[in-house]
């Protein structure tokens, strides 16, 4: 009987005592966190004190905390890049609280080097590196920089800088190539990669995977990066790893067999978030009305971002991408005819034999060293090499008026470019005035070789470079042996565009 009651006894505390936990246990605490511009706050961490619970926003700001046990309790949002908030709340039994916190850019954290990637998801972009090499706001800089977002720029599926640049004004085509004019005059000089010099080839333009944003400093103000052009300088800065694990994927098909697909991937590898990673990969190919034509091409480039404490930040950027194309010089007409119609539109002088193929590599290391509150060492270091190989034919001279002789020339170019900056920021408060002292020094350094040569067969005469015909209203498209040439070596030099 005894032990009967002493069951009975026990069975009706733990009923009762999970009754309490499970009371205890039914408050649910939601909410959305959103910036200071009313634009979500994707990836920021949400912590609770006395609960010891975290979790994450997702991509809309959202998050979700249950079975909270402690009903008054303190909440922590911290992210990269923003004002640190604490918050209390008070939650009653079986309530679910929602709640909508604003939380601000922390404009004080000025990164002299880009570490973190961008959390805003606009086509604004609130602050550039690209005036000052160190963080500033829009409304602090007084030179003109225009900035196209990696948000534009996907949702107008562009893949290609040749694109991307029809965004922005003052800036123009003049020539069918890589070639632009800003503000009028000619931009000759390499573009940039987070403000470092690289090596420009003209006849192909780079994929955008792994870009955040792409800015054009327009003016002099870009001999702040050394020699430059007048009308200005472009600047791609990358994608920067992200807390928070995140990936997205898009797939895109077009007429002419166009054919593209892109992945970003990004989190952080340890609990600590000490060491975070971005990995960003695409692929496109595509086809023309123009005869003969075909792009195929594809980019690889991972990042790494390391920052064991509040002193030292460490990134490296690492991009491969290759192209595997033709040169498309344009519609020919007929001879002393000045009607655009004179030849089919589709018409052109790639043979099957012609290709163009590069492949570039670069890899980006940046630190930067916080030695006290207004002193720090920033640094940067690039390697970029390009390795170009150009087949193509084209005309020599006209035979009739709708037949031609056809050339050949081959082309191999190597690159390597190194860009080394370093530099030191100082921080001076003078009251409500504050300004920032930079001194260092930028060292570019770029050698290149090249192999060319004119291609001419004896059967067509000596010294002519003469390869072949070619007809403009009966094209016969046939794979020529280019094994065959003779080969011609220019051994003056001279002037070549890549």
């Not at 706050?41 to 991509?59: G, P």
């Not at 911290?78 to 929602?98: A, H, M, R, V, W």
């Not at 640094?379 to 008026?401: A, G, M, P, V």
Request: charge should be neutral; aromatic fraction near 10%.
């Amino acid at each position: 009987m005894r032990i009967f009651l002493y069951i009975l006894f026990l069975t009706v505390i733990i009923f009762q005592l999970g009754k309490v936990n499970a009371q205890i246990k039914t408050a649910i605490f939601t909410g959305k966190i959103i910036l200071s511009n009313n634009l979500p706050a994707s990836y920021v961490n949400v912590s609770l004190f006395k609960n010891k619970r975290q979790t994450i926003t997702d991509e809309f700001g959202n998050f979700k905390l249950k079975q909270l046990s402690e009903l008054a309790d303190t909440i922590l949002i911290t992210g990269i890049g923003l004002i640190p908030k604490k918050l209390f709340i008070q939650i009653s039994y079986n309530e679910q609280k929602d709640v909508e916190i604003k939380i601000e850019f922390d404009k004080n954290l000025l990164q002299n080097v880009e570490i973190f990637g961008r959390n805003a998801a606009s086509y604004k972009s609130d602050y550039s590196f690209a005036t000052s090499k160190t963080k500033a706001t829009i409304s602090e800089i007084p030179q003109s920089v225009s900035t196209v977002t990696k948000e534009l720029i996907t949702d107008k599926m562009q893949m290609h800088l040749s694109e991307v640049l029809e965004n922005v004004s003052g800036v123009t085509h003049y020539s069918g190539y890589e070639e632009y004019n800003i503000r009028g005059l000619h931009a000759e000089n390499a573009r940039l990669i987070n403000g470092l010099r690289t090596f420009n080839t003209s006849l192909t333009s780079p994929l955008l995977v792994n870009v955040e944003r792409v800015e054009v400093i327009k003016g002099p103000t870009s001999v702040l990066y050394g020699n430059c052009d007048p009308g200005g300088t472009i600047n791609l800065v990358t994608k920067k790893p992200l807390t928070g694990n995140h990936i997205s994927a898009s797939i895109g098909k077009g007429t002419w067999n166009a054919y593209n697909g892109q992945i970003d991937a990004t989190g952080q590898l340890d609990n600590e978030k000490n060491l975070l990673y971005r990995f960003n990969t695409g692929y496109e190919q595509k086809e023309s009305f123009r005869n003969g034509y075909f792009l195929k091409s594809f980019q690889i480039a991972p990042s790494l971002s390391f920052i064991p404490n509040n002193k030292l930040q460490i990134n490296l950027d690492v991009s491969v991408s290759n192209t595997n194309s033709v040169v498309d010089r344009g519609q020919p007409a007929l001879e002393d005819n000045d009607n655009l119609l004179s030849t089919p539109i589709q018409l052109s002088l790639i043979q099957p034999s012609d290709y163009l193929k590069e492949t570039n590599f670069s890899a980006v290391i940046s630190a930067t060293f916080q030695i006290n509150s207004r002193l720090s060492f920033n640094t940067s270091l690039l390697r970029y090499q390009t390795n170009q190989k150009l087949s193509e034919h084209n005309i020599e001279d006209f035979i009739t008026d709708d037949s031609l002789n056809l050339s050949y020339n081959y082309r191999h170019v190597k690159s390597t470019t190194n860009t080394f900056t370093n530099y030191f920021s100082y921080l001076i408060n003078q009251g409500n005035v504050k300004q920032q002292l930079i001194f260092g020094y930028d060292y570019i350094k770029n050698n290149l070789s090249t192999n060319e040569w004119e291609g001419e067969l004896p059967a067509f005469g000596i010294n002519n470079r003469v390869v072949g015909t070619f007809s403009l209203l009966h094209p016969e498209y046939i794979r020529r042996n280019v094994n065959e040439y003779n080969q011609i070596v220019d051994s003056l030099g001279g002037k070549f565009m890549v």
